[in-house]
């Protein structure tokens, strides 16, 4: 069942209410008792990362080689030009 947000007619106090989709009976602001209207949602949006998902396992050659190409190469530890964590500077 979804989360749905309402806002009052009268006091404008937004509020949320869970309950199912096909349930249409009027909703009460929990403030003043009056009439409250449904805010309409943005929705989320959703975006699936890693192996397992048609988007990323089923992308054209060139994609998945211009991705690898994009990604930076990890330096080896003697390389950066930082102190190692624990070591005195000097």
């Known amino acids: ?3 749905y947000e309402y806002r ?3 006091c404008g106090h937004r509020f ?4 199912g989709i ?12 009056s009439k ?3 805010v309409p ?6 975006l699936f990362k890693g192996s397992g ?11 998945r080689e211009r991705a690898k190409q994009e990604k930076p190469t990890p330096r080896p ?7 190692k964590p624990g070591s005195s500077g000097g």
């Open 77 to 83: 530890e003697g390389e950066g030009g930082g102190a």
């Open 8 to 10: 009052c007619a009268r």
């Open 53 to 63: 998902f048609h988007v990323t396992d089923y992308r054209s050659k060139s994609y």
């Open 22 to 33: 096909t349930d249409d009976s009027p909703r009460r602001c929990p403030k003043c008792r």
């Open 1 to 3: 069942m979804p989360t």
């Open 16 to 19: 949320e209410l869970f309950h």
């Open 36 to 38: 409250s209207v449904k």
């Open 41 to 46: 949602g943005g929705g989320a949006g959703l």
